[in-house]
């Protein structure tokens, strides 16, 4: 079972910056990729940004030229740079593995997710 943990998460002003991070307790092989969710109470989770080992990324609509995703395969952790963030990205992100490609679906656990919260 792979474990994943999320951090990074806090309280920050409208137009502030974030950076999150998960850490993969080891890397999944049928797996090349790695991706962070968001959810708000009461709606799904939704897809904010998707990144293969080679680095081909995609993102969510409304975070394009705000959040960037990165990774680091060595260390089987993924990173989300927050920039210029405001109420709508109010939200807990979690982090999986995607199975199926840049358009596939979440594989295996999640974890507990890190909380983000942006103030007006």
């Known amino acids: 079972q792979v474990q994943l943990v999320e951090s990074g998460g806090g309280l920050v002003q409208a137009g502030g910056s974030l950076r999150l991070s998960c850490a993969a307790s080891r890397s999944r092989l049928s797996c090349n990729v790695m991706a962070w969710y968001r959810q708000t109470p009461g709606k799904q989770r939704e897809l904010v940004a998707a990144i293969t080992s080679g680095g081909i990324i995609k993102y969510a609509g409304s975070v394009k030229g705000r959040l960037t995703i990165s990774r680091d395969n060595g260390k089987n952790t993924v990173y989300l740079q927050m920039n210029s963030l405001n109420p709508d990205d109010t939200a807990v992100y979690f982090c999986?593995?995607?199975?199926?490609?840049?358009?596939?679906?979440?594989?295996?656990?999640w974890g507990q997710g890190t909380q983000v919260t942006v103030s007006s």
């Open positions: 999986n593995y995607l199975t199926g490609g840049l358009d596939g679906s979440p594989f295996g656990a």
